[in-house]
Every structure is written in structure tokens, then in C-alpha cells.
């Protein structure tokens, strides 16, 4: 393993898959040895809660022909496997918390996750992959999560294409062999070559355990009424301004896609609201179209690095939402390697590269710390294009 694949078990998530009672020994379609990592999984989940870290258990439910085409005729002809409401889609009762009840499927087939417990839900997968229409990565991001962890019922179809997926979205994955039923050894150096870490239940039992659970923290009724009301206030413009993205009310009521439904990141620029407000007018003025952050500062968050085509939100130095706006190109490059050409599109101060220099080391210095400042650090340099609000009146004014 490298710094870029290892797993970072402190904002790692556990997802067990297709772990029911139909998929077990004794269930209408069982997968052999699933009964055997039983034991391996109770383990895993046990400590995940003990460290208060997430858990997904991701279900199948067979209703109607949203069914995987190799199955579709056996469950068209009546096949009683993973119907909704019955108990062969139960999750095995060894897996839950405690008072965690049955799983709702009128819920989990709208595409909404149910909530088990602090951090642990269920969540219905329509297909192999845990991700494949589901707000599954919508999940994790929220938990700040970086690394997934899988473990479950039949390695060759869910669990691997899960993994695929998850390697797929720049997550870190381990896999664990022992907690995962049809496992051979094959099966787990195909996966291994791409960068998956193969760990043991003891492994992570052991790695986990040493994660702090994290205290509750004292509830601040101003800043959570504050937080409501921005939370309303970005769902509220999200509504006014999808369509400029390609997403209409259409596409949320036929189910194009779980993401249609929900905002994008809403943040604003800087550290502080002058500067946030500053930079946020440039953008508007349409002189500002690029922006950047040190590599150090998504590691040091266990943010995912920005990817072309992903839509933001940007807020004000009130926390309102103003602009949205799309990525259209990420490269990270040194310090001293930025370019004339992107300190321009940055739009600050005289928009030249000495200034953009002066102005981003100050800023690192400041943020980073001044040890950690040096002139070939990388950068992540983004370009990003506005999409609202167009030319108007809005855009002419210097402050948001």
C-alpha cells in the first residue's frame, strides 16, 4: 500500500452487503458459506458502532422487473426471494442494533436510507454495486468519510462490483475475506491489484478499536437554528436553479438519479466572511474563474480532491446562497509552478502571478502553518464556469 490507497480507518465506513435471510443458509436463493462469516461480521459491525464510526447495510428488495437481467425471469415467474415485506428480506438479526426493527420497504425502495441507529442504516441497491443508483456516495461524503470498507454475502457479484465503484469514486477500499462469503483467492488478488487493501476481521477490529468514539457535543440552539435555516435556505435555491444543470423536476419524479433530488456542496471561498464576500464578487463580476486550495488542506480534511463536472454552491460571508457554479478542469501542480495564465483566471488583486504569489503564501502560511509552507507545494488548481446567475443586474454589483 501507498499514502494515496491506505486505508484511513478513522473516517472509514463499514458496508456489509446483501447480508439477509434469504441470501443464507436455509433462505430461498442461499450463497454458500455465508452463514460461516456470520460470526466474522457481527464482530465488524460490534466494532464499528463501539468506535462510532458508519455502518450501510445495503439490501436487495425484488419488486416489480427492477430486477438484475440474469434474474429477471426467475423472479417474474414468481420466485419468492427478497420480496418486500417478508421475512427472507430481512437483514440477519445478529447484525442489528439493538430496537433497530424491521426494515421498512416502502421507504428504502424510494431510494432513502433507514436509519438503525447513530450512523448505521439500511439502504436498498436495485443492482450489483452499492453505489449504483443510490445516495450511498451521498452518504459517505456527509459522514466525511474517505475509506470503505466491504465486507458480506457473495464476493464475486455485489461485494466485488462495490468495491470497483467505490475505487472508482477515489475512495480508499479494504476488503475482508474472512467476513465475506464466495472468497477465493483468486477473487482477492484481482481486487488487491487495484489497490485494495485485504484485511482480516482481526485487522480492522483491531484498527478500529483504537478510534475515539466521539463525544456528543453540546447542542447550541442558535447555531443549530442558524444551520436549519442555511440548510432550508440551499435546498430552496437548489429548487430555483437545478434546471441550469441539466436537472429538471422531471428527473426527480422518475428517478433518474438519487443526486437530481439533492444539493450539491455549498461553501464559500476564504477564511473568513470579508474574504469570503471579496472573492464571491469576482465571480459574479465574471472576472474570477478559477480557484485554489493546497493539496494539504483536503488531506488534512479528508476531502475528496475536486472532479470536472461536479456543481457547487457558493455562499456568502452570511452563509447565504448566491452562485452556483460547475468544475471544468482540476490539475495539481507546485506552488512555484502556477501558471501566468491561472493567477489571471483567479481574478484577484492586479490578477498577475507575483501577486498571486504574494497573496496564496500569505494565505497557506496562515491556514497551513508557517513550517508547512514551501514553494513546492502542491496546489490544486480548479477552473470552474458560473452558471447562475447569468448576465443580470446581480452580476454587475462589486459585493454580494
Given amino acids: 500500500m501507498d499514502s494515496w490507497t491506505e486505508p484511513h480507518w478513522g473516517s472509514s465506513a463499514l458496508v456489509v452487503v446483501d447480508v439477509q435471510v434469504d441470501f443464507v443458509e436455509g433462505g430461498a436463493m442461499p450463497v454458500s458459506g455465508t452463514r460461516d462469516v456470520v460470526p466474522a461480521l457481527v464482530r465488524l459491525v460490534e466494532a464499528y458502532r463501539a468506535a462510532g464510526l458508519p455502518v450501510v447495510h445495503v439490501v436487495r428488495l425484488y419488486d416489480g422487473d427492477d430486477v438484475d437481467l440474469v434474474r429477471r425471469a426467475v423472479i417474474a415467474e414468481g420466485a419468492a426471494v427478497v420480496r418486500p415485506g417478508t421475512p427472507g428480506a430481512e437483514l440477519l438479526e445478529e447484525l442489528l442494533p439493538v430496537g433497530a426493527g424491521a426494515l421498512d420497504a416502502t421507504l428504502l425502495l424510494r431510494g432513502e436510507p433507514q436509519h438503525l441507529g447513530p450512523r448505521e442504516v439500511a439502504l436498498w441497491k436495485p443492482r450489483w454495486s452499492a453505489f449504483h443508483r443510490t445516495s450511498l456516495e451521498e452518504l459517505l461524503r456527509g459522514w466525511d468519510v474517505d475509506t470503505v470498507v466491504v465486507a458480506g454475502c457473495n464476493f464475486p457479484n455485489c461485494p466485488r462490483a462495490t468495491v470497483i465503484d467505490a475505487s472508482q469514486r477515489d475512495l480508499r477500499v479494504a476488503v475482508v ?84 433530488a439533492v444539493p450539491p456542496p455549498a461553501w464559500s471561498f476564504g477564511d473568513s466572511p470579508r474574504l469570503a464576500d471579496e472573492l464571491l464578487a469576482l465571480v459574479l463580476a465574471g472576472r474570477k474563474t478559477a480557484t485554489s486550495s493546497s493539496l494539504v488542506e483536503y488531506e488534512d480534511g479528508g476531502e475528496p480532491l475536486p472532479r470536472v463536472g461536479e456543481l457547487s454552491i457558493l455562499l456568502d460571508g452570511a452563509g447565504r446562497p448566491r452562485a452556483m457554479i460547475r468544475t471544468t478542469r482540476v490539475d495539481t501542480v507546485p506552488f512555484d509552478q502556477v501558471s501566468v495564465e491561472f493567477a489571471a483566471a483567479e481574478g484577484e488583486d492586479d490578477r498577475s502571478l507575483a501577486s498571486w504569489r504574494r497573496e496564496h503564501e500569505r494565505y497557506f502560511r496562515r491556514v497551513l502553518g508557517e513550517d508547512r509552507f514551501d514553494p513546492a507545494i502542491p496546489v490544486v488548481c480548479e477552473r470552474f464556469e458560473l452558471l447562475h446567475p447569468t448576465w443580470s443586474l446581480e452580476r454587475t454589483l462589486t459585493t454580494p
Avoid: C, F, K, N
Fill in 177 to 260: 475475506p474472512d467476513a465475506t462469503s464466495q472468497v477465493t483467492d483468486e477473487r482477492i488478488r484481482q481486487v488487491a491489484s487495484l489497490g485494495v487493501a485485504i484485511a482480516t476481521t482481526e485487522d480492522v477490529v483491531g484498527a478500529v478499536s483504537g478510534v475515539a468514539a466521539p463525544s456528543p457535543e453540546p447542542v447550541d440552539p442558535a447555531r443549530a437554528a442558524h444551520d436549519q435555516a442555511q440548510a432550508e435556505a440551499v435546498l430552496a435555491y437548489w429548487e430555483r436553479v437545478r434546471h441550469l444543470a441539466g436537472i429538471g423536476q422531471l428527473d426527480v419524479v422518475t428517478g433518474r438519479t438519487v443526486a437530481s
